[in-house]
Nanobody, 122 residues
Framework: QVQLVESGGGLVQAGGSLRLSCAAS????????MGWFRQAPGKERELVAA??????YYADSVKGRFTISRDNAKATVYLQMNSLKPEDTAVYYC?????????????????WGQGTQVTVSS
């Protein structure tokens, strides 16, 4: 049974920072892509960042501000979020892909965390 457990969300002022963590269990972690998605009220779920053996992906809206990293020994993926803006407010989900390739399509991720709320006040 694969489980993804997220932590680190919260309320922060614009310009502040948060670090999200996602601990995975139940599968060989290092072989698969890990991603962070977010969903704001009334909006589609979007891929924010992803990391594979071959590299990383960032949405244009977060490039230069967010950094994704993974610790395969701890089976944990992190999302360091700096210079946060009110438009970053959303529920953030970590997801484990079904391949080692980065995809922006949520259907290519078959395990999901419970979500963690990030709220950025202006």
């Amino acid at each position: 049974q694969v489980q993804l457990v997220e932590s680190g969300g919260g309320l922060v002022q614009a310009g502040g920072s948060l670090r999200l963590s996602c601990a995975a269990s139940g599968r060989t972690f290092s072989n698969y892509v890990m991603g962070w998605f977010r969903q704001a009220p009334g909006k589609e779920r979007e891929l924010v960042a992803a990391v594979s053996r071959g590299g990383t992906y960032y949405a244009d809206s977060v490039k230069g501000r967010f950094t994704i990293s993974r610790d395969n020994a701890k089976a944990t993926v992190y999302l360091q979020m700096n210079s946060l803006k009110p438009e970053d407010t959303a529920v953030y989900y970590c997801a484990l892909g079904n391949t080692g390739w980065i995809s922006q399509i949520s259907q290519n991720y078959n395990y999901w965390g419970q979500g963690t709320q990030v709220t950025v006040s202006s």
